[in-house]
C-alpha cells in the first residue's frame, strides 16, 4: 500500500500569511495526488486535482506543486476562511489513501 | 448542480451490519464518468477510504475492509449503498458518499486517468454500541 505523510501536523498563521504544506508518498505517485480542505463539522472539499489544477471555483490563492513522491500545497495569502484542516490524497492506486492532515490555525 | 445525502441508522449494534444508502440528486448516477464512492472518518481523526462503485456494477474495496464491505448501486433510484458486516465500535464514525471523477488527461504518448473527489454528501455518523 502507498503511504503519504504530511507536515507539518499542524500550523499556525496570521491572514495575509503565505502558507505552504507538504505531503509526501512512500513511492512514486507521478501527479495522481488531490489536496482537500475540510472545516470542523463539514465535509471535505476538493481544491486540487491531478497534483496542480485548481477546481473551478477554488479561490486562485491555492496552488498545487509537485510530481513523483513530493508535492506542495500554497496559500499565498491566508484568508480567515482558509483556517482549515487540509488532506493530502494519492489516486495512483486504487486505494485512494489520504494524508493524516494538517491543520492551520489562527496565531 | 448535483448533491449526494446519506441517509441510514445511527446507532448499529456490535456484530450487526451497517447500512447507509446515498441519494444522488440534479442529476443521473449513470451519467457521465464517474464512480461513486464512500469514505469514513472517526471523531477528531483522519479520512479513511472504503470503496468505491462504477455504475456498471464494477467495485474497489480497501483491503484493509474487504472482507465486510459491499457496495451497490441502484440505478432506477439514483442511489448507491454501503453495507458494513460484524462492525465494531472500531467502526463508529462519520461515513461520507461523494462522487469519484474519472477525467482523461491525453498527450501525444500517453492516455492518463486521473481520479478525484469532487462532490461529497454531508455525512452521517454512525455509531457502534449495544
Known amino acids: 500500500d502507498i503511504q503519504m505523510t504530511q507536515s507539518p501536523s499542524s500550523l499556525s498563521a496570521s491572514v495575509g500569511d503565505r502558507v505552504t504544506i507538504t505531503c509526501r508518498a512512500s513511492q512514486s505517485i507521478s501527479s495522481y495526488l488531490n489536496w482537500y480542505q475540510q472545516k470542523p463539522g463539514k465535509a471535505p472539499k476538493l481544491l486540487i486535482y491531478a497534483a496542480s489544477s485548481l477546481q473551478s471555483g477554488v479561490p486562485s490563492r491555492f496552488s498545487g506543486s509537485g510530481s513523483g513522491s513530493d508535492f506542495t500545497l500554497t496559500i499565498s495569502s491566508l484568508q480567515p476562511e482558509d483556517f482549515a484542516t487540509y488532506y493530502c490524497q494519492q489516486s495512483y492506486s486504487t486505494l485512494g489513501t489520504f494524508g493524516p492532515g494538517t491543520k492551520v490555525d489562527i496565531k | 448542480q448535483v448533491q449526494l445525502q446519506e441517509s441510514g441508522p445511527g446507532l448499529v449494534k456490535p456484530s450487526q451490519t451497517l447500512s447507509l444508502t446515498c441519494t444522488v440528486s440534479g442529476g443521473s448516477i449513470s451519467s457521465g464518468s464517474y464512480y461513486w464512492s464512500w469514505i469514513r472518518q472517526p471523531a477528531g481523526k483522519g479520512l479513511e477510504w472504503i470503496g468505491r462503485?462504477?455504475?456498471?456494477?464494477?467495485?474497489n474495496y480497501n483491503p484493509s475492509l474487504k472482507s465486510r464491505v459491499t457496495i451497490s448501486v441502484d440505478t432506477s433510484k439514483n442511489q448507491f449503498s454501503l453495507k458494513l458486516s460484524s462492525v465494531t465500535a472500531a467502526d463508529t464514525a462519520v461515513y461520507y458518499c461523494?462522487?469519484?471523477?474519472?477525467?482523461?488527461?491525453?498527450?501525444?504518448?500517453?492516455?492518463?486517468?486521473?481520479?478525484?473527489?469532487?462532490?461529497w454528501g454531508k455525512g452521517t455518523t454512525v455509531t457502534v454500541s449495544s
Open positions: 462503485i462504477y455504475t456498471s456494477g464494477s467495485t
Open positions: 461523494a462522487r469519484d471523477v474519472e477525467l482523461l488527461m491525453t498527450t501525444v504518448t500517453f492516455d492518463y486517468y486521473y481520479y478525484y473527489m469532487d462532490v
